[in-house]
């Protein structure tokens, strides 16, 4: 993509990233000045990881054995942005999730619908821990920079390694397993918190 950004295809796929980020950047922008904050008890997570399941067993079934494609629309465009923010609002729902679903649900193939959602991912993160510093530190708040460079490197890392190997793996295989991970994961929260309900 940035070797070949001149090429038609890059700059249409690097112009439809910037167009996700913005969309989503006005509408975390929004969510901010609402004053928006998540929940931060257990349930509505472990809610969100069971609903979260469902919808992956779900979507997998109902596309099975169709045609899908490798080309990104501006309906999805719209739909990742809007993915992007409701991992925002609700706790538990998770970002790469969310975008990577409704993407496949509008016929994206899944391994385009992955590599989409962290290229997205990559503008979109970057952006929103920007703007939390920034807040951070109008509010007085000291930082490690040296600290926070090394997280931000080994995280960087990771997530190359973490992302090569889920679209490889993506390749041979559906979210399926993922689904009932999510689900016997939520099930596990609910069930630790049965006691205190």
Same mark, same amino acid.
């Given at each position: ?20 980020f ?55 465009? =719209? !739909?990742? #942005? $809007?993915?992007?923010?409701?991992? *925002? /609002? ?7 999730? &969310?975008?990577i679903i ?20 990559i ?10 510093i ?12 040296g600290?926070?460079?090394l997280? =931000? !490197?080994v #995280? $960087?890392?990771?997530?190359?390694? *973490? /992302? ?7 390749? &041979? ?24 309900t």
């Amino acid at each position: 993509m940035l070797l070949r950004w001149r090429e038609p295809e890059s700059l249409d796929l690097n112009l439809k990233i910037f167009v996700t980020f913005f969309l989503t950047a006005v509408g975390g922008l929004l969510l901010d000045k609402w004053n928006f904050e998540l929940p931060e008890t257990v349930q509505p997570v472990a809610t969100a990881l069971i609903v979260g399941g469902i919808a992956f067993i779900a979507v997998e079934a109902h596309l099975k054995g169709r045609m899908l494609t490798s080309r990104i629309s501006w309906t999805v465009v =719209a !739909v990742v #942005a $809007a993915a992007q923010l409701l991992a *925002a /609002v609700f706790p538990g729902a998770s970002r790469s999730g &969310s975008t990577i679903i409704l993407a496949m649900l509008f016929g994206v193939t899944r391994v385009t619908a992955t590599e989409f959602s962290f290229l997205v991912g990559i503008p979109t993160l970057l952006a929103a821990g920007a703007y939390k510093i920034f807040q951070a530190l109008r509010d007085g708040a000291t930082e490690d920079w040296g600290m926070l460079a090394l997280g =931000a !490197v080994v #995280a $960087a890392l990771v997530s190359f390694v *973490a /992302v090569k190997w889920l679209l490889h793996f993506v390749q &041979s295989h559906t979210f399926v397993g993922f689904g009932i991970y999510r689900i016997l994961l939520g099930v596990l929260l609910l069930w630790l918190l049965w006691p205190q309900t």
